[in-house]
């Protein structure tokens, strides 16, 4: 499981590092393990499913960030261990919803590989080696 930094994942999953961070301090409690914390916390891969799904059902379907987040979750949990295919998540009577989650997988694992391929090295604390110091 490769652990994301937060600025990388922002840029897969489509939003901002701010908007990232905000999301996962406020509603990423089930998301993202606990002992991770602090401003530059890696996240596992396998977070950015639900963390995408949860954005996309925001701005798709107008869903408070909160709202989508659980729902997000419920969808991935409810496609856990079933066969390929799109999954259709009842929300009420008369409410469904129809996802590929294959299809955002396979995106979410290409995107990550582009974006780790091309990726800068983060930077070291103290002073860099090299510089001349005046």
Do not use: C, W
């Not at 406020?26 to 606990?34: E, S």
């Not at 798709?60 to 419920?74: F, M, T, V």
């Amino acid at each position: 499981m490769p652990l994301i930094s937060i600025d990388t994942a922002a840029n897969i999953v489509g939003v901002t590092a701010t908007q990232l961070r905000l999301f996962l301090s406020r509603y990423g409690a089930h998301i993202i393990p606990p002992s991770v914390q602090g401003r530059q916390r890696p996240i596992p891969d396998s977070a950015l499913l639900p963390i995408t799904l949860a954005f996309l059902i925001a701005r798709d379907l107008g869903a408070p960030l909160a709202k989508a987040g659980q729902l997000a979750q419920e969808i991935v949990h409810a496609h856990q261990g079933k066969a390929a295919g799109s999954t259709v998540h009842r929300i009420s009577r008369t409410i469904a919803l129809d996802v590929d989650l294959d299809a955002l997988r396979a995106h979410l694992t290409q995107s990550t590989a582009d974006h780790l391929a091309h990726a800068p090295n983060p930077p070291r604390r103290g002073r860099q080696i090299g510089r001349a110091h005046v």
